[in-house]
């Protein structure tokens, strides 16, 4: 079983970078979403939930999961993952810059998740079941307006996050780089991608002094395209 499952492993180039700090963040639910693509997650689970935690990665960086892999409902594997490795953020940007992708669109949805301790960065990879429209709906929101930039007490005191998200290529069919920096700088802070492939969605995230945009897309490469060989 060990040896059948090698090729889950994902080395990470976790370097300091010139900048640190980013998000399991990504959008909100919008109007666009509509109930016909929550419904079709809800009733067209093309994936179970074993097959779904067999398409996790599960070393990284030659480090095994803290955990065993979780699986259900993703309302409640998604809050788990956001809950281990996200920053807190006032409750109107709790999905925007938590969970990445939109909850609405993956309502009924089965997912899988695991976590890694990789020194002292925090790793996190999810996958989800997305048939039909609804991986496309996952993806298709925009992080709004008002939780570009948000305030939160961290140890007593007050700090200033800075949210942004970009597009990118290579990965899937589609897929998004999220980013929550203090505004002041500093090692706190964490990266995290998000990825349509057919049939599934996911996202990964690190979280850390040694986070950066470089590692995430790095561990978005190796975690799309073992999920993606599972997956087929």
């Known amino acids: 079983m060990l040896d059948g499952r090698r090729r889950q492993t994902a080395i990470l180039l976790l370097m300091p970078a010139a900048v640190v700090g980013v998000s399991l963040a990504g959008c909100t639910s919008s109007s666009s979403h509509s109930a016909s693509a929550a419904l079709s997650a809800a009733k067209g689970n093309s994936f179970s939930a074993s097959k779904l935690r067999a398409a996790l990665l599960t070393r990284v960086n030659g480090v095994g999961a803290t955990s065993p892999a979780a699986s259900g409902g993703y309302a409640a594997i998604s809050a788990q993952a956001a809950g281990q490795s996200a920053s807190g953020a006032p409750k109107a940007c709790a999905e925007a810059v938590q969970t990445g992708l939109d909850s609405a669109a993956l309502a009924g949805a089965t997912a899988a998740s695991v976590t890694f301790k990789v020194g002292g960065n925090d790793v996190s990879e999810l996958v989800a079941a997305a048939p039909g429209t609804a991986a496309a709906s996952a993806l298709a929101g925009r992080l709004p307006a008002s939780c570009a930039r948000y305030r939160e007490t961290v140890d007593g005191k007050s700090v ?73």
């Open 160 to 232: 200033s996050y800075t949210v942004t998200e970009s597009s990118l290529t290579g990965i899937g069919k589609q897929a998004k780089v999220m980013n929550v920096s203090p505004a002041a700088g500093g090692p706190d802070g964490l990266w995290s991608l998000v990825y349509r492939g057919a049939g599934f969605v996911g996202a990964v995230t690190v979280a850390g002094p040694n986070a950066s945009q470089t590692a995430v897309r790095q561990l978005g490469q190796q975690a799309y395209a073992y999920a993606e060989k599972s997956l087929s």
